[in-house]
Antibody, heavy 120, light 111 residues
Framework: QVQLQESGPGLVKPSETLSLSCSVS??????????WAWIRQPPGGGLEWIAS???????SHNPSFAGRTTMSVDTSKSVFSLRLATVTAADTAKYFC????????????WGSGTLVTVSS | QSALTQPRSVSGSPGQSVTISCTGT?????????VSWYQQHPGKAPKLLIY???KRPSGVPARFSGSKSDSTASLTISGLQADDEANYYC???????????FGGGTELTVL
């Protein structure tokens, strides 16, 4: 059974960079064809896909983030990460990592999410 | 504003059926058979209910079914149960530039 767990600071200052990691267990991240994603949900709001990464490091980004996002993956440690630059209060949200099973079509396993607040 | 349009709320009594719509465009829902539905209870992570418009992952009851007509996808929940009270989100593949779009979510109340 695939399990994912997010980690990272719960508070980030405006204009700084948000950094989160996701630990994956129960499956090899190197499995061909699988993607790994970040999705966020502002308080009381809906879901928003941020980006997905393949095991080979190829990244697809949500264009609405205007180049602020970076992802990385370390399959040997079963971890993938997100960096979101120049954050504002609008980036306050619960951030989920998820397995993006075949690329943008179904997110079949999710972490429990981590709340990140952007405030000075 | 979300890319896919869902009703803010729907309701039904135990045992009844409810249908939640998800309207997009020919660039997303209407252009691909890659619509998914997620159930989210308050404070919890979303759970995949339906993928590829109508397919159910292992363990999801047959009470949950999906369909699509043109640019509108639908999730039908039959035999409503108290535990079905949750928020439901649709998503769709949206091509090689936008990739994924979600609906704004629908709150289901079981009366």
């Amino acid at each position: 059974q695939v399990q994912l767990q997010e980690s990272g600071p719960g508070l980030v200052k405006p204009s700084e960079t948000l950094s989160l990691s996701c630990s994956v267990s129960g499956v090899s991240m190197s499995t061909t064809g699988h993607f790994w994603a970040w999705i966020r949900q502002p308080p009381g709001g809906g879901l928003e896909w941020i980006a997905s990464i393949q095991s080979n490091g190829r990244i697809s980004h949500n264009p609405s983030f205007a180049g602020r996002t970076t992802m990385s993956v370390d399959t040997s440690k079963s971890v993938f990460s997100l960096r979101l630059a120049t954050v504002t209060a609008a980036d306050t949200a619960k951030y989920f990592c998820a397995r993006d099973l075949y690329g943008f079509t179904e997110f079949d396993s999710w972490g429990s999410g981590t709340l990140v607040t952007v405030s000075s | 504003q979300s890319a896919l349009t869902q009703p803010r709320s729907v309701s039904g009594s135990p045992g009844q059926s409810v249908t939640i719509s998800c309207t997009g465009t020919t660039s997303d829902v209407g252009g691909y058979d890659w619509v998914s539905w997620y159930q989210q209870h308050p404070g919890k992570a979303p759970k995949l209910l339906i993928y590829d418009v109508y397919k159910r992952p292992s363990g999801v009851p047959a009470r949950f079914s999906g369909s699509k007509s043109d640019s509108t996808a639908s999730l039908t929940i039959s035999g409503l149960q108290a535990d079905d009270e949750a928020n439901y989100y649709c998503s769709s593949y949206a091509g090689v530039h936008v990739f994924v779009v979600f609906g704004g979510g629908t709150e289901l109340t079981v009366l």
